[in-house]
């Protein structure tokens, strides 16, 4: 999928390569050059070929400016008005000429705004009296409201900014007293009652004489220097102010390679929403996403008290064969190798996860506080190695449905978070992965197969067509056009689907890109029944990978240049309509709370527009459509019936009004009234649940849904293990660390839900028997024809 260069291109890149000063230019990144090549490479390479000219700088000015300060609060009008008239039709003639001057420029004028701010707020908090009991109100979001005019307006509005985050926050502590008196209940009920909550006593930590132990220090470390005193002891007003100062340093610690990303990001959006600049971290990040592996120690980092604290270890991974890393212990310095340590507090999370990954076979040296001896210091040595994640790989579960709607069915289901796969090496695929996982649930002789898509964003063209090929035979998935209109299509290659009983594809509004081709390709063979929200997101376009050092002189610094995903071309289905903007109607309709958010296509800036093209030849899975007015109206009939899916209508209804009024009041009266109404709904939510689950498991006894839980891991062995046995760990593949807010009840996965299902699965699997019962119907259709369908032709060239 990636162009050649063309002619007239690469003569201009020859050019500018000789005009480049040589003497610096090994000497240190050129972010001026790579702005350049990004800018022609997007001129060159974009699906819409559009010219990096006037309207574009106009349109980049734009994403900048929002990037920095979406709410529109940070920069004044006079400050966007000088900017647009130096740069509204001169920044592609800054980049073209290799000067990334303006950026650095707009970012210092935003750093000082910043500055300025967190200087009000402070001032505000210390002289201005709030007293929350005004009729005001603040906007939620003002991306689309107009930047305050001057300093006086600005002030007007921060005052009421300042005013909302002290309400919010002693709204928060109230809430944090209450759920710390349940807490301290709770503690005093098993204290009476000691049995009831046995502990396990932890291992001695393992050594393996790794472990450099420094002397004990006098007390605690002084990690959180800048602000010792416990966030819970602060007053509402300390922690605003500590806010704004981790804003600040976030701000000041920004370098030269985060702002011309920024802008370059900018750039790239500024073409379609889906073509992106990615800096040296954000394509190894992005790699990670393909292929479920990283170079590292398997630890997972989270920011606390100004460290990066240990949230969780993979299990099997390096810390955890060391043995020495444990839950909650806090890194405050990074060495590589016997390189000296480098002090990491107060430093962004993404870049100390930067310092502890590396390549496979070096050393991780790390100076940590250990959470069960918070008074010394020790030092760790990890040898990096690949680690797998297991939490975002495909995986399977076995439904067996209750006795009280009829004979008991088996129905398998399969999750996929993404269509991963490792373009490079080819280890890792999602179609390799699913179809071990089908292969298991075809043993276990299923009636019916749902492929559960919802949430996934998408992935690998590849992998998408070789798993329509588990489930339809030899034919075309998916046509391309690219920017000349010259139209292509894929092939599933395999002459025999896998699979090819009853089967549902389950889809949300986050079902993009792969997930759109394949659920649109499935509903137009009539191969499955698509379930779910009003529409898929919308993303009909095709991405490939750039990278930019390719582009530059081979005598240039190119290892921080970057890659760009950029779009190449629009996808179709074999039916010649498009997903784009538009995205895959399910037949069968489901009530969502997506419905009412903005998230998809449309909701994006600068997307392309929908067409259509001809459609491609292909033979139908079955002759006749499914028998949908049946469908839905069993399916109708159940959800008026079921008071799960009323109060999603309810709440989406609320959320909706939420939404188009964007705005909190300032009244603390009306603020608790609000928060009071809320709660008591949500008590009553989860009373009436309760009462429902346990009216159901009082009804069908030990006769409800077995769920069984296969991974990749087990998927060999020859006995199922009950979803109710599989712990947390073996289900991401991860110990993690228990949250401060977080009980013990809590730590379980037990669903509330009744039947332990929640609702949209539920129904899906109503959905599955209610299809299998009315194929089994006799219809006008020859039923040797419905149950072995024709083969798909090979399509030939138009």
Excluded at 58 to 79: E, I, S, V, W
Excluded at 209 to 237: N, Y
Excluded at 588 to 595: E, G, M, N, V
Aim: with cysteine; proline share 5%; glycine share 6%.
């Amino acid at each position: 999928m990636i162009y050649k260069t063309t002619s007239s291109f690469a003569a201009a890149l020859a050019a500018i390569a000789l005009l480049a000063p040589q003497s610096k230019a090994a000497e240190e990144t050129n972010y001026g050059q790579i702005a350049m090549h990004v800018a022609y490479m997007l001129q060159n390479h974009h699906y819409s070929h559009r010219d990096f000219d006037d309207a574009m700088s106009k349109d980049m000015l734009a994403n900048f400016l929002d990037l920095l300060d979406f709410g529109h609060k940070y920069f004044t009008q006079a400050d966007v008005d000088g900017f647009k008239e130096k740069y509204d039709s001169t920044l592609d003639d800054h980049v073209l000429m290799r000067n990334i001057s303006p950026a650095l420029e707009i970012y210092d004028v935003y750093k000082k705004r910043v500055e300025e701010r967190v200087e009000f707020v402070k001032k505000a908090l210390k002289t201005h009296k709030f007293t929350f009991d005004s009729s005001r109100t603040v906007q939620i979001k003002r991306d689309k409201e107009p930047w305050p005019k001057d300093k006086t307006e600005q002030d007007k509005l921060w005052l009421d900014i300042i005013e909302e985050n002290l309400l919010q926050e002693r709204i928060a502590e109230e809430a944090r007293i209450r759920e710390e008196k349940k807490k301290a209940e709770k503690a005093a009920e098993k204290k009476a009652n000691p049995d009831s909550a046995a502990v396990k006593q932890q291992p001695a930590p393992k050594t393996d004489g790794k472990v450099e132990i420094e002397a004990p220090s006098a007390g605690t470390p002084k990690v959180a220097a800048k602000d010792t005193k416990d966030e819970k002891d602060m007053t509402p007003e300390e922690r605003v102010a500590k806010d704004y100062d981790r804003l600040l340093e976030i701000t000041n610690e920004n370098e030269q390679d985060d702002i011309v990303n920024y802008f370059l990001s900018s750039l790239a959006t500024a073409y379609d929403p889906h073509t992106e600049y990615m800096n040296v971290d954000e394509r190894d990040s992005f790699n990670q996403h393909m292929t479920h592996k990283l170079v590292g120690i398997g630890a997972l980092l989270a920011t606390k008290d100004e460290t990066a604290e240990i949230q969780g270890i993979v299990v099997g991974g390096p810390a955890d064969k060391e043995g020495s890393l444990k839950l909650n212990d806090r890194i405050i310095a990074v060495a590589q190798g016997d390189e000296e340590f480098v002090d990491v507090k107060y430093l962004k999370l993404q870049k100390i996860v930067s310092m502890i990954r590396g390549e496979k076979g070096t050393v991780a040296r790390l100076k940590v506080i250990p959470a069960d001896d918070p008074g010394r210091t020790v030092i760790i040595s990890i040898t990096r190695d690949e680690v797998p994640l297991k939490e975002k790989l495909a995986n399977a579960e076995l439904l067996v449905t209750p006795e009280e709607n009829g004979k008991r069915q088996k129905i398998g289901w399969i999750n996929l978070s993404n269509f991963y796969g490792d373009m490079e090496r080819g280890e890792v695929s999602a179609s390799a992965d699913v179809e071990r996982l089908l292969r298991r649930l075809i043993k276990e002789n299923i009636d019916g197969l749902v492929f559960d898509l919802r949430d996934n964003g998408g992935g690998s063209l590849d992998e998408a067509i070789k798993l329509t090929g588990l489930f339809v035979p030899t034919g075309p998935v998916v046509q391309a056009k690219d920017w000349r209109g010259s139209i292509s299509w894929k092939d599933c290659e395999e002459p025999k689907a896998l699979y090819e009983g009853p089967m549902i594809v389950l889809t949300n509004k986050a079902s993009a890109s792969a997930s759109e081709i394949l659920a649109a390709a499935l509903q137009d063979y009539r191969r499955a029944l698509v379930v779910g929200d009003k529409s898929t997101f919308g993303k009909g376009t095709v991405q490939t990978i750039l990278d930019v050092a390719r582009y530059m002189p081979f005598f240039s610094k190119k290892d921080r240049a970057g890659s760009l995903k950029v779009t190449i071309q629009k996808f179709y289905r074999i039916a010649g309509g498009s997903t784009q903007l538009k995205g895959v109607v399910p037949d069968i309709i489901l009530p969502s709370r997506y419905d009412v958010l903005d998230i998809g296509e449309d909701a994006a800036k600068n997307p392309l527009p929908y067409d259509t093209i001809p459609s491609r030849k292909f033979s139908l899975m079955r002759p006749d459509p499914f028998p949908l007015d049946e469908l839905r109206a069993r399916v109708k009939s159940r959800i008026d019936a079921n008071p799960e899916f009323q109060l999603i209508v309810e709440d989406s209804k609320r959320l909706k009004e939420r939404i188009d009024k964007n705005t909190l009041s300032l009244n603390l009266a009306e603020r608790e009234k609000e928060r009071l109404e809320a709660e008591a709904r949500r008590d009553k939510v989860n009373e009436d649940r309760a009462r429902r689950a346990k009216e159901v498991t009082e009804r069908v006894k030990d006769n409800g849904f077995q769920v069984y839980r296969l991974t990749l891991d087990n998927v060999d062995q020859d006995k199922l293990v009950l979803e109710s046995d599989f712990t947390k760990e073996q289900n991401t593949g991860m110990r993690t660390a228990k949250k401060d807010d977080e009980d013990e009840e809590s730590m379980t996965d037990g669903s509330k839900f009744p039947y332990g299902i929640e609702p949209m699965k539920l129904e899906a699997a109503h959905i599955m028997r209610d299809l299998i019962d009315l194929e089994r119907r006799p219809t006008t259709a020859d039923k040797g024809a419905a149950a072995k369908p024709p083969a798909a032709p090979k399509p030939q060239a138009q």
